[in-house]
């Protein structure tokens, strides 16, 4: 498993807290739609089912009580974009490709 520097792990936080306050800022703590979809670097909703039918997106996403589509937490999805830009493993120790 890669462990990351000190350097590395503080410049993960202040990533993934900048990509929060400014994804909370424009969307709120909760993404969902084509807006989930964009901050997963895909390209329409049908792409997003897809992706999540091969078990290629690597954030929990989830249901709501009558609400149609899938969520993630802004949260989630921040620390997953700043591990992808920083090159660190995911949460499972994975390596972003």
């Not at 807006?35 to 089912?49: F, H, I, N, T």
């Amino acid at each position: 498993m890669h462990v990351p520097t000190p350097i590395a792990q503080r410049e993960f936080e202040r990533l993934k807290d900048e990509l929060r306050r400014e994804m909370d800022a424009s969307r709120g703590p909760l993404l969902g739609g084509i807006a989930l979809a964009r901050a997963l670097g895909l390209e329409s909703l049908a792409a997003l089912r897809q992706a999540r039918r091969r078990g290629r997106i690597a954030i929990n996403l989830f249901s709501l009580p009558q609400r149609r589509g899938y969520f993630a937490l802004t949260a989630d999805v921040a620390e997953w974009l700043a591990r992808a830009r920083l090159g660190l493993p995911d949460s499972e120790g994975a390596p972003y490709e």
